[in-house]
């Protein structure tokens, strides 16, 4: 079973940055397309990005223009990159493999990580 573990979460300030980092085994990371999501206290998780591997990125509009998406193929890593944060960022982050179909991108992987909390203070 492929393991996901996030990283890189913690309190920031609004207006602020945070990258957070994704690693897989199997080198999911570095082979296969990966999505950020994340899940605020009773919402639902939510798409944020994604990147193929080949390296194409797409955005949630909620996020375009904020966040940027990236890997390190030779680290085995998926990266979110998060700028101008707002108190509505805050949420559990969670990384995953992600399928393309019927228009939007879709978590693959059955199981998700523990994911890693932002919160962001206003």
């Known amino acids: 079973q492929v393991q996901l573990v996030e990283s890189g979460g913690g309190l920031v300030q609004a207006g602020g940055s945070r990258r957070l980092s994704c690693a897989g085994s199997r080198s999911i990371c570095s082979r296969k397309d990966m999505g950020w999501y994340r899940q605020a206290p009773g919402k639902q998780r939510e798409f944020l990005a994604a990147i193929t591997s080949g390296g194409n990125t797409a955005y949630a509009d909620s996020v375009k223009g904020r966040f940027t998406i990236s890997r390190d193929n030779a680290k085995n890593t998926v990266f979110l990159q998060m700028h101008s944060l707002k108190p509505d960022d805050t949420a559990v982050y969670y990384c995953?493999?992600?399928?393309?179909?019927?228009?939007?991108?879709?978590?693959?992987?059955?199981?998700w990580g523990q994911g890693t909390q932002v919160t962001v203070s206003s």
């Open positions: 995953n493999r992600v399928i393309y179909y019927s228009g939007s991108y879709h978590a693959l992987g059955g199981s």
